[in-house]
C-alpha cells in the first residue's frame, strides 16, 4: 500500500481509494490499532516497579489473579481488556504466567506491523489531508502515531538524475 502512494500528488484517487478502504473495515481498523495500543504498552507496564510489586516469584512468574490485580492497579486497561490480556496468556500447570515471556512475545509483532500501519496514515494524512474520515483514524490511531514518531522520518529525493 505504501509503495502505490509514491509520487502521487496530494488529494490523488489512490490515497482517496485507501481512506474508502479504511472507513469500509473500519470496525476492523479500530479494533486492530485498540489491539496495538494494549499490546504496545504491556512491556513497559510489566516492567514497572509498580507491577514488580505483585511478582512474589524470583522466576517471574506470576499467577493470573495477580496479574490482574497488577494490571488493574496500573490503570492503563480496562477489565474487559485485562481479560483479554489474560486469555492471550499461557499459564503453566500451576496456573502461573511467565509475564516478561507473555509480552515480549506480542511486542515484537506489534512493532513490526504497528510501525507500517503508522507510516500508511502518517503517509496517507499528508495525501489526504483534509479528509474528516482519515482524521478520524488519526484520532483513534494517536496512541500508536505517539509511540512510533520519534521513527518516522522522511526521505525526498530530488533532481532529475
Known amino acids: 500500500l505504501l509503495s502505490m502512494l509514491e509520487g502521487n500528488v496530494v488529494n490523488g484517487t489512490i490515497a482517496r481509494q485507501m481512506v474508502d478502504m479504511l472507513v469500509e473495515s473500519s470496525s476492523n481498523v479500530e479494533m486492530i490499532l485498540k489491539f496495538f495500543d494494549m499490546f504496545l504498552k504491556l512491556k513497559d507496564i510489566v516492567a514497572s516497579d509498580a507491577f514488580k510489586d505483585y511478582v512474589t516469584d524470583p522466576r517471574g512468574l506470576i499467577s493470573k489473579k495477580d496479574f490482574s490485580k497488577a494490571m488493574d492497579s496500573q490503570k ?65 490511531a494517536e496512541c500508536v502515531l505517539n509511540y512510533f514518531r520519534p521513527f518516522l522520518g522522511r526521505i525526498e529525493i530530488m533532481g532529475a538524475s
Open 76 to 140: 492503563q486497561y480496562s477489565p474487559s481488556e485485562i481479560q483479554f490480556l489474560l486469555s492471550c496468556s499461557e499459564a503453566d500447570e500451576n496456573e502461573m504466567i511467565n509475564y516478561e515471556e507473555f509480552a515480549n512475545r506480542f511486542q515484537e509483532p506489534a512493532k513490526d506491523i504497528g510501525f507500517n500501519i503508522a507510516v500508511l496514515l502518517t503517509n496517507l494524512s499528508e495525501h489526504v489531508p483534509h479528509d474528516t474520515r482519515l482524521q478520524n483514524f488519526l484520532e483513534q
